[in-house]
């Protein structure tokens, strides 16, 4: 199995599908931006090949480039898990004629526009939501719509530039800030909880399964510095309030034709039971949600993933074990971290329970909260019960405290 795989070092979570590749006994060609020089020495170890090439995200550079360096071998796969290069994976594809989604398919998943449009098409429950490009299609839109809004990039991620809007004062404010988003999504607000529901699929079908919960919801999250994000992996999927999400999971991954591979769905539990899309990509979730999925079943899916893309088998346990918490923390002031309180007490009580403890040392840059989730790093829990899994997670969001200075 000969498998070309894009950006293979970066983000830094790609080593570990690398890995995962080799170990099921696939030839792994990587295509990347960093230099060669500069790869992590697993990720070099894991390559037969590595092709640099000078702008990663470039995607008909990219495209003519691995033609031409791939060519008169070998290829059986091309794979990618970052966001921003599903699109450029299903091009090279078409291009040697490979199986796999083909670029329109992808586009469904990573174009919000024609996402909520194939899904509507199937029936799926879904914002109300218009494509904008100018200032004047944002106010029509806004008009149609109403308040409270949403108003996102059309080809996002991870809720970042991810803006509510409650007012025709607040619109303008929104709209000086994302002057520099080409396309956005104007979208209905939805009031409740929110989740996820992300698959390892086989043509269509998942293998694995997972939810998961924001705490708070994602757009506080990412609009409130003094918030500590949690997000929570549930162990019981079987519990009743949450089988419409499921059912909408599943309904979504055949209006939208996925193929085989990660995907990670958005969507909403309103209080009164209904469950609403909100977005889906055809990769795995950020933000170090795959080792969640992990510890909750004490499972490899970094590998399990390798497998499916290469073989079309999934050979891990399924079983839930635990719900598994990940707690990201960011520091009071700017500058470096100077001091970390509360850890020491926080494990003390509860450090049986903690899996990755993994904040910033004293003397490190903070990170910049509006451009990371996580942030200035953080804590992982585990517990088979939930609510004793919440009440860890919900101490150590506000007990323990990162300075900078």
């Known amino acids: 199995m000969k498998v070309v795989f894009l950006a293979p070092n ?21 295509v990347g931006d960093t230099p060669a020089a500069q790869l992590h020495p697993s990720v070099r170890g894991y390559l037969s090949d590595y092709l640099q090439v000078p702008n990663i995200m470039d995607e008909l550079d990219v495209t003519n480039r691995v033609h031409a360096w791939m060519r008169g071998r070998e ?11 599903v699109l450029t994976a299903a091009r090279i594809r078409e291009r040697f004629g490979l199986p796999g989604m083909s670029r329109d398919t992808v586009m469904g998943f990573r174009d919000k526009a024609i996402m909520k449009d194939r899904a509507r098409l199937q029936g799926v429950r879904t914002p109300r939501s218009a494509r904008v490009r100018t200032v004047a299609e944002v106010h029509r839109a806004a ?5 409270p ?83 929570i992996t549930v162990r019981d999927m079987g519990q009743e309030r949450l089988q419409a999400g499921v059912k909408l999971g599943h309904q979504v991954l055949g209006a939208l034709g996925m193929g085989t591979g990660f995907t990670h769905m958005e969507w909403f539990r309103k209080p009164d039971g209904t469950a609403v899309f909100g977005e889906i990509g055809c990769r795995p979730g950020g933000a170090h949600i795959v080792d969640q999925m992990n510890y909750t079943s004490d499972i490899d899916l970094f590998r399990e993933w390798a497998r499916v893309s290469c073989w079309n088998t999934f050979q891990a346990p399924t079983a839930r074990k635990y719900n598994v918490a990940i707690v990201f923390k960011r520091a009071i002031g700017q500058g470096r971290i100077t001091a970390i309180r509360g850890l020491h007490e926080f494990m003390r009580e509860y450090g049986d329970h903690v899996v990755e403890q993994h904040l910033l040392p004293i003397g490190t840059p903070r990170r910049n909260w509006k451009q990371t989730l996580t942030s200035d790093g953080h804590l992982m829990i585990r517990h088979p019960d ?11 969001a506000e007990e323990v405290t990162l300075y900078a200075g």
């Open 10 to 30: 970066y983000p830094p979570e790609m080593r570990q599908y690398t890995r995962g590749l080799v170990e099921v006994g696939a030839t792994v060609y990587g």
């Open 386 to 396: 939930w609510e004793t899994t919440r009440r860890i997670a919900e101490a150590a």
């Open 143 to 147: 008009a149609e719509i109403g308040y």
């Open 75 to 85: 290829v059986d796969r091309v794979l990618a898990n970052w966001e921003v290069l």
């Open 149 to 231: 809004l949403v108003l996102k990039p059309i080809a996002g991620a991870g809720s970042a530039d991810t803006w509510r809007v409650d007012n025709a004062v607040e619109l303008e404010r929104v709209i000086e800030a994302m002057r520099r988003v080409e396309e956005a999504s104007c979208e209905e607000f939805i009031e409740g909880e929110e989740f996820t529901f992300d698959t390892v699929c086989i043509d269509g079908r998942p293998a694995y399964t997972n939810i998961a919960q924001y705490l708070p919801p994602p757009i506080i999250a990412r609009s409130v510095e003094s918030v500590s994000p949690v997000i």
